[in-house]
């Protein structure tokens, strides 16, 4: 099983980027899929997920998130997306895709390699 990361980069304060996340190895559309995102010294916390298709797509997001960045799956291809606008610094980080029967809390059961995500001011 693998989760391959890409899209990040360095973006100005107010800009967009666009995360992907393509999974391998099962069939993830019944799994919850979500992104994290961790910088130096901080735990890992949790972004925004979404439900399998059972669930019809459900999806989360962290308070800090809302309203700026959008989550999307792609379930013929067990590809995960996160759209991200208006980034400020604070959202620089690692950004890491996981895949969770059950997604909750932090201890998913699989997880990508991360891509890094630079906000300049």
């Known amino acids: 099983v693998q989760l391959q990361a890409c899209g990040g980069g360095l973006v100005q304060a107010g800009g967009s980027l666009r995360l992907s996340c393509a999974a391998s190895?099962?069939?993830?559309?019944?799994?919850?899929m979500g992104w994290f995102r961790q910088t130096p010294g901080m735990e890992r916390e949790f972004v925004a997920a979404?439900?399998?298709?059972?669930?019809?797509?459900?999806?989360y997001y962290a308070d800090r998130v809302k309203g700026r960045f959008t989550i999307s799956r792609d379930y013929t291809r067990d590809t995960v997306y996160l759209q991200m606008n208006s980034l400020k610094p604070e959202d620089a980080a690692v950004y890491y895709c996981?895949?969770?029967?059950?997604?909750?809390?932090?201890?998913?059961?699989?997880w990508g390699q991360g891509t890094l995500v630079t906000v300049s001011s």
């Open positions: 190895g099962r069939t993830f559309s019944d799994y919850v």
């Open positions: 996981a895949a969770d029967p059950l997604g909750s809390g932090t201890r998913w059961r699989y």
């Open positions: 979404i439900r399998g298709s059972w669930s019809s797509g459900k999806t």
